[in-house]
Nanobody
C-alpha cells in the first residue's frame, strides 16, 4: 500500500504559478501510474492530469492543456504538477492518486488534498 501526501497549494493571483508535489511512502512510486484530480466547491471531482509509471506518457484535461505540466521523479518518490497561467476557475482542492501498474482497479490510493485558491 502506498501513502500519498500533497503539498504546495496556496493563494495566488490570476496569471501566477504554483507547483504541487505529491510525496509517496510505503511502496516505490515506480509501481504506479499517477494522476492529479481536483474538486471545486459544489462540484464533482474531475481529472486534471496523468503520468505513466515511467513518465513516458502524459495526459491532460482540455481545461489545463498548455498551462499545467505533470512530471515525476521516481528516485525521490514524488510527482509534481506545475501550474502556470492560473485562472480563478482553477480554484479547488487538488488530489494526487495512484493507479497500480497492471491493476484493473484504477486509482485506489489518494492523498488528503491541497487547497489552491486563485484570486482575480
Amino acid at each position: 500500500q502506498v501513502r500519498l501526501v500533497e503539498s504546495g497549494g496556496g493563494l495566488v493571483q490570476a496569471g501566477g504559478s504554483l507547483r504541487l508535489s505529491c510525496a509517496a511512502s510505503g511502496r516505490a512510486l515506480s509501481n504506479y501510474h499517477m494522476g492529479w484530480f481536483r474538486q471545486a466547491p459544489g462540484k464533482e471531482r474531475e481529472f486534471v492530469a496523468r503520468i505513466t509509471w515511467s513518465g513516458a506518457g502524459t495526459y491532460y484535461a482540455d481545461s489545463v492543456k498548455g498551462r499545467f505540466s505533470i512530471s515525476r521523479d521516481n528516485a525521490k518518490n514524488t510527482v509534481y504538477l506545475q501550474m502556470n497561467s492560473l485562472k480563478p476557475e482553477d480554484t479547488a482542492v487538488y488530489y494526487c492518486a495512484a493507479d497500480l501498474v497492471g491493476s484493473q482497479m484504477g486509482y485506489e490510493y489518494w492523498g488528503q488534498g491541497t487547497q489552491v485558491i486563485v484570486s482575480s
